[in-house]
Nanobody, 124 residues
Framework: QVQLVESGGGLVQAGGSLRLSCAASGRTFSGYTMGWFRQAPGKEREFVAA???????AISDSDKGRFTISRDNAKNTVYLQMNSLKPEDTAVYYC??????????????????WGQGTQVTVSS
């Protein structure tokens, strides 16, 4: 059993920065691949970033150069640092955890646990 709680969302101006946090509790955190997804109203859920327990990570093409994913296993927390934010980044951002995730990390269906989401709104 794993519980995930996101925080750090809010309102920010275009070009600004925001750091999202996802705190995990329950079973061991170090064995899980962690992912970030976002979903805007009327749109499908979209992959943003993922990081393996061993440290390897991936960022979506649209977010490369702007977003960074990291994790602190000692704190059972994964972060998403978002810089140069754009209005099109506006969405609810979800943290996810999956055990045994390897090459299919962009697919939400492979993750076993999800947080409640945190709203990110970028104004123009």
């Amino acid at each position: 059993q794993v519980q995930l709680v996101e925080s750090g969302g809010g309102l920010v101006q275009a070009g600004g920065s925001l750091r999202l946090s996802c705190a995990a509790s329950g079973r061991t955190f170090s064995g899980y691949t962690m992912g970030w997804f976002r979903q805007a109203p009327g749109k499908e859920r979209e992959f943003v970033a993922a990081i393996r327990w061993s440290g390897g990570n991936a960022i979506s093409d649209s977010d490369k150069g702007r977003f960074t994913i990291s994790r602190d296993n000692a704190k059972n927390t994964v972060y998403l640092q978002m810089n140069s934010l754009k209005p099109e980044d506006t969405a609810v951002y979800y943290c996810a955890a999956g055990l045994g995730v390897w090459s299919n990390y962009e697919a939400g269906r492979v993750y076993n646990y999800w947080g409640q989401g945190t709203q990110v709104t970028v104004s123009s």
